[in-house]
Every structure is written in C-alpha cells, then in structure tokens.
C-alpha cells in the first residue's frame, strides 16, 4: 500500500485537479453493479444479509473489472487522467486490510489516493463511495495471524479458536471459526496473510496456537465433534483429534520450511485447497 514520492506526484498532477469526476465516476460504476445485482443480471454468492451488506469484495472486484474496460478506452477528461496516470507507471489495484482495527475491507488505491466504492457494506446509510489520502484512511495492513483473528472476532462475530483439531492444516489454516450463524470454517481466507505465513515457515501460525494455548482457550467439545466427519475428506483431514495433540502439532508445523515437504508440492497444495473447500461447503 505504500508509495514513493514519484507517484505521489503522478497522483496530485494528474487525478488531483479531478477527484470531484473521479468521485462521481466511481458512483456510477457502483450505481451500475446496484441496478444490475436488483435485476438479476448480476449474481454474486448469497450471504448471512441482503445485498449490499458484507458484498465489499464482489463490489470492489467488479468495479474495478468495469473501469480497466474503461481506462482502456477512455471517453472524458477523468477516464483520460487514468489512463495517462497508469501508463505513466500509476497503481490502480485492489487493496486488503484492516479497516480502523474493527473491519476487513476491500477497497481500490488509485497511487496515493483510497478509494472505497463499497463503503457501504458494513454499514448500509454511508455514502456507496468515500475518496481519501491513502494515509488517513485507517487502512491498514494485516501483519500476522493473531491479527487477522483479533479482526475477525470483532467483524465476522461468532467466535475463533486456534486449529488444533487437524494437525496437518493448522500449520496453513490455524484458525476455527464459528459464525453467527453456526457455520464452521476454516481460516485465514486472505491471500496476503497466508502468503505471509507460509513464507516465514508457518511461523505466524504457531505463535497464534501457542498464544491461545496459553490463554487456556481451546476448542469447544460441540465443535469439536461437529468437524469431526471432516476426517472422510481425505488425507489432510485424517489425523484429526478433538483434544489437542502437541507433539503431533508440532511435528508438523517442522515440515512447512521443509522444500521437500508436503506444504511445498504444489500439487499437494492445491489438493489441499480444494479438499478444504468441498468441506466447507459441505457444511
């Protein structure tokens, strides 16, 4: 999300002098994903709450899927700073974060500039768009998976335990969440925060089990039990126990660094991915 000088200048030079259009550009792409979301030409997967409450990353996706179209093939002065703005080596891409340490959101960063054209999502009387300095926005990055739980806790509701039910995923997918709604999953979700731990040798997970170990937290026997017909979903699954197993825990997580390792065969990988996904949806 940072920028140099460079292209805080590109962005004061050439979106500066038209934030009012650029404002109401983004209002009428996101206008348009309302109109097409009301008469079912556009569908996204439902949710606990009616559109467009909880949809940022759909509206931030197809927003921004609309104006590359557009920037493309600019047709007024704003869709031509874009594109001058771009082709000079300006960001325009889809950002992540926490939120004012309360949310995680979606949102668009045009160089130094944070652009939210689903700031409604959250809460539905706020403006559909909000234009800010990047650096007053209150977004800010997800360092770590203690992190991505604490936000999760105070966004998403329901409540978060450390993963210590399959040994083989914790190291990757540490976090066991019940929603609101009863719907159990597994977690993080994000990109960026699984990408950082897997990097650092899983890390990042084992210090949030071991952080919820020592806060004497650990998963409920409900829980427990309601996951344990995931063992049939194959091998990462198997291994399951409703009490925590240290040292089987551990033994794992000494295997994500490992280049030979199961966590580092891509095609194992994406097995993985795929079996966890059928899991949850499988409810």
């Not at 340490?101 to 130094?112: M, P, V, W």
């Not at 949030?208 to 409920?220: D, I, K, N, Q, S």
């Not at 699954?237 to 240290?246: H, K, L, N, Q, R």
Request: glycine letters at 10%.
């Amino acid at each position: 999300m940072e920028v140099d000088q460079r292209v805080k200048n590109l962005t004061a030079r050439l979106i500066g002098p038209l934030l009012g259009g650029l404002e109401r550009l983004m209002l009428d792409l996101r206008l348009g994903v309302d109109r097409d979301v009301e008469v079912g030409t556009l569908v996204f997967p439902r949710r606990r709450h009616r559109f467009p409450k909880g949809y940022c990353r759909e509206i931030t996706d197809t927003v921004l899927e609309r104006l590359t179209r557009r920037v493309a093939a600019p047709d007024g002065p704003v869709l031509a700073a874009l594109a001058a703005f771009r082709a000079d080596g300006g960001p325009i891409v889809p950002i992540w974060g926490a939120l004012r340490e309360r949310y995680f959101q979606n949102a668009l960063q045009f160089g130094d500039l944070y652009v939210d054209v689903a700031n409604d999502t959250v809460d539905v009387t706020k403006p559909k768009v909000e234009i800010l300095p990047l650096d007053r926005s209150g977004l800010q990055t997800v360092s770590d998976i203690g992190h991505f739980a604490r936000i999760a806790r105070l966004y998403w509701g329901g409540e978060v335990w450390a993963n210590t039910l399959f040994p083989r995923l914790a190291p990757i997918l540490p976090i066991v969440h019940r929603g609101p709604d009863g719907r159990l999953s597994l977690h993080p979700d994000s990109i960026a925060v699984f990408a950082e731990n897997l990097v650092g040798g899983g890390r990042s997970a084992l210090d949030f089990l071991t952080g919820e170990r020592e806060a004497g937290r650990c998963v409920p026997a409900d829980v427990a039990a309601s996951l344990a017909g995931w063992q049939s979903r194959g091998p990462w699954f198997s291994e399951f126990s409703a009490t925590a197993d240290w040292e089987r825990l551990h033994a794992c997580f000494s295997l994500v660094a490992d280049p030979s390792g199961p966590y580092r065969s891509v095609q194992g990988f994406l097995e993985m991915v795929e079996a966890v996904k059928a899991a949850a949806s499988s409810g």
